[in-house]
């Protein structure tokens, strides 16, 4: 990015990523963490001057590695939560990624995780293939849980997480670490 610095992207990434709403794309913000990434050695160190968790500085790094159409259409917005693109960034073949990222963009729907399930039973493949593929695609050391609730539930969760600023799953991830943060 031109004219970027450090202190530049720090701003953008405390300013994009400690509020409810962005004022930037997912494309911006990765960018942002490569800049730092490469001036402090790594991305824990990112994380650390950012105040946030190593996880969300990773994830933001792999729209970096999706290719040029994907990346377009997170730069326009189309894609613009990033457990989506993370999501389609952990599907090994690039055609796919494309395929997946064009289909979240044509969504008129809430463009929550779940309607990636949706596109996986358009698509013909089971849930539990479905599982599978997301299980071997994950990178190594990320440990996936993956727990279905109550409409009533996920709804409830939705909404403490949107009062948050997070996504749903890292409010469970929070709520959980909190939990075992306390069983000592």
Same mark, same amino acid.
């Given at each position: 990015?031109?004219?970027?610095?450090?202190?530049?992207?720090?701003?953008?990434?405390?300013?994009?990523?400690?509020?409810?709403?962005?004022?930037?794309?997912?494309?911006?913000?990765?960018? &942002?963490? *490569?800049?730092l990434?490469?001036?402090?050695? &790594?991305?824990?160190?990112?994380?650390?001057?950012?105040?946030?968790?190593? *996880?969300?500085?990773?994830?933001f790094? &792999?729209?970096?590695?999706?290719?040029?159409?994907?990346?377009?259409?997170?730069?326009?917005?189309?894609?613009?939560?990033?457990?989506?693109?993370?999501?389609?960034?952990?599907?090994?073949?690039?055609?796919?990624q494309?395929?997946?990222a064009?289909?979240?963009?044509d969504?008129t729907?809430?463009?929550?995780?779940?309607?990636?399930t949706?596109?996986?039973?358009?698509?013909?493949?089971?849930? *539990?293939?479905?599982?599978?593929?997301?299980? *071997?695609?994950?990178p190594?050391?990320?440990?996936i849980?993956?727990?279905?609730?109550?409409?009533?539930?996920?709804?409830?969760?939705?909404?403490?997480?949107?009062?948050?600023?997070?996504?749903p799953?890292?409010?469970?991830k929070?709520?959980?670490?909190?939990?075992?943060?306390?069983?000592?």
């Amino acid at each position: 990015m031109k004219g970027l610095d450090e202190e530049t992207a720090l701003s953008i990434i405390y300013a994009n990523t400690k509020r409810k709403k962005r004022s930037v794309d997912l494309l911006t913000i990765a960018r &942002s963490c *490569e800049y730092l990434v490469g001036l402090y050695g &790594s991305q824990k160190a990112v994380a650390e001057q950012a105040d946030l968790h190593g *996880e969300m500085i990773r994830q933001f790094m &792999s729209v970096l590695k999706l290719p040029t159409e994907v990346q377009d259409l997170i730069s326009r917005r189309q894609i613009d939560r990033l457990d989506v693109a993370y999501r389609i960034a952990m599907i090994k073949d690039p055609a796919q990624q494309i395929a997946a990222a064009r289909a979240m963009a044509d969504l008129t729907l809430s463009k929550d995780v779940r309607d990636i399930t949706k596109l996986v039973r358009k698509a013909g493949s089971s849930i *539990e293939e479905s599982k599978k593929r997301i299980i *071997e695609a994950k990178p190594k050391g990320l440990h996936i849980f993956m727990m279905d609730f109550k409409d009533k539930t996920y709804n409830s969760i939705c909404k403490k997480a949107k009062e948050r600023g997070v996504g749903p799953a890292e409010l469970v991830k929070q709520i959980v670490e909190d939990w075992l943060d306390r069983q000592g």
